[in-house]
């Protein structure tokens, strides 16, 4: 009940024109959402969720729900997808190397874009030794 009072206070705070700004309306309302869905138990949600969206201007705080949720979901298949090409690449050069320094393998899992990975790979199937790969370029 502590935790409704205090929440409501701060939703009606950020309401008023302290946020005078949708945008920043915007994301507070979504702020409060967020440590709502993934800080408080689910006996608790609903009744923190009608106190959001009293004080929510007309935004939907289920749809905000729905959409972190397929952002989440989507960040999870990017970095599954981010995963087992370090892994492919990796195992590719096990075999081709036999031996692969750790300085190497710390790089390569540090690596998060998709396509820099996809490049390494392939430059990985066509050299003839490690030290002809650019392992300096960046990750952008």
Known sequence: MRLTVSLG???KYWSASVIAE???HRRAIIYLASLVY??????????L???VDA??????????????AEVTF???IEQGETRAKQMALLKLLHHRFQSVPEAIIT??????????LDTLFEKALNVENLE???WQTSDA
Do not use: C, W, Y
């Not at 993934?38 to 009744?47: A, G, T």
């Open 74 to 76: 989507q960040q999870g």
């Open 22 to 24: 949708t945008e920043q």
């Open 9 to 11: 206070f701060a939703a």
């Open 38 to 47: 993934h800080r408080r138990s689910p006996e608790e949600r609903e009744v």
């Open 132 to 134: 002809d790969i650019d």
């Open 49 to 51: 969720i009608k106190v």
């Open 107 to 116: 790089q390569i899992r540090a690596l998060h874009n998709p396509s820099h």
């Open 55 to 68: 004080h929510s201007r007309g935004m939907e705080v289920e749809t905000m729900f729905q959409s972190m």
